[in-house]
């Protein structure tokens, strides 16, 4: 075969590297990101040459993010190549693909979705501090639910963690919504609206008669509805102070949201102290009212 030939031809198929694995479930991740998901105690170079490997055989490729300091951040994506790698494994079942053909496509993509990532990791941190389970695969970023009338919700990620006491085990889920402050407070607020329609939504199977009373379509996935997290970043404390003062206006405004309130905990807290403190602190507020308190406890 000739020389060029080789050089077009497609990567022969091998087992995923976690690290493939990690960008199909969340997208877009930072070289220093993907280390602290996937090997907190390894060494910053371990990663990089894995990554190189995996960019050399045409399953990933990165962007490079904009800093005034001489070191260079690269944010790590799969390649349609990587994403043909990952698509049929276990772990990602049911995961549409995801793959990013251009650089210029992740750049308008890498902003959100580390910042997403950013919140994933302040999670994963206290668990391992508190002995809690919450790894890279308990973080799905982009969950899409119909809430009727062909509209959906999209989460930013639904989290899995699990609370571990001695022998006790308490399994929570959660919807996280990220906010940067790039939408108007009321716009944000809306959010509340949708998981609210989420919540009342009844899925009609196909074939069922119409007096046999339909189940909440959120069953379908979850055993309970998951509890609703707003990370708030991007912005000076007093806005997004008042961002947190435009949610509980909506959750004691709007009679769905409020429904939702009586049924499902709701709270909302600032990025930054998540990653200071950690999100088993005192720093969620309670879209119904009160004091700040751990997220498991709203």
Same mark, same amino acid.
Not at 152 to 155: C, E, F, I, K, N
């Given at each position: 075969m000739p020389r060029s030939a080789s050089r077009t031809r497609v990567p022969p198929l091998s087992p995923s590297p976690v690290e493939a694995t990690a960008l199909a479930q969340h997208r877009i991740a930072t070289t220093g990101q993907l280390r602290r998901m996937l090997r907190p105690d390894g060494t910053r170079q371990l990663i990089s040459r894995a990554l190189n490997k995996l960019r050399s055989d045409g399953f990933?490729? &990165?962007?490079?993010?904009? *800093?005034?300091?001489?070191?260079?951040?690269?944010?790590? &994506?799969? #390649?349609?190549? *990587?994403? %043909?790698?990952?698509? +049929?494994l276990p772990l990602l079942r049911g995961r549409p693909p995801y793959p990013i053909t251009s650089t210029t496509a992740a750049? =308008?993509?890498?902003?959100?979705?580390?910042? !997403? !990532?950013?919140?994933?990791?302040?999670?994963?941190?206290?668990? %391992?501090?508190?002995?809690?389970?919450?790894?890279?695969? +308990?973080?799905?970023?982009?969950?899409?639910?119909?809430i009727g009338e062909g509209e959906?919700?999209?989460?930013d990620a639904v989290m899995y963690y699990t609370v571990i006491k001695g022998e006790q085990r308490r399994k929570l889920r959660a919807f996280v919504e990220v906010d940067r402050a790039t939408m108007s407070g009321e716009r944000l607020a809306v959010k509340l609206i949708e998981y609210a329609r989420l919540h009342q939504h009844e899925a009609q199977p196909v074939g069922r008669r119409r007096h046999v009373a339909a189940e909440p379509g959120w069953m379908r996935w979850y055993p309970v509805f998951p509890r609703l997290l707003f990370v708030l970043t991007g912005a000076s404390p007093t806005r997004l102070e008042g961002?947190?003062?435009?949610?509980?206006?909506? #959750?004691?405004?709007h009679p769905l949201v409020t429904a939702l309130a009586r049924e499902v905990p709701l709270?909302?807290? !600032? =990025?930054? +102290? =998540?990653?200071?403190? *950690?999100?088993?602190?005192?720093v969620w507020t309670p879209l119904t009212g009160d004091t700040p308190r751990p997220w498991v406890d709203l």
């Open positions: 990933v490729d &990165y962007t490079v993010l904009p *800093g005034s300091d001489r070191s260079r951040t690269h944010a790590w &994506y799969l #390649t349609p190549d *990587g994403a %043909r790698l990952t698509r +049929d750049s =308008l993509k890498t902003a959100h979705t580390l910042t !997403v !990532v950013r919140t994933h990791l302040a999670f994963a941190a206290d668990a %391992r501090r508190l002995g809690h389970e919450h790894g890279p695969w +308990d973080w799905t970023p982009e969950v899409s639910h119909s959906r919700v999209v989460a961002r947190i003062s435009d949610l509980q206006a909506m #959750t004691a405004q709270g909302a807290a !600032v =990025l930054e +102290d =998540l990653e200071q403190h *950690g999100p088993a602190q005192n």
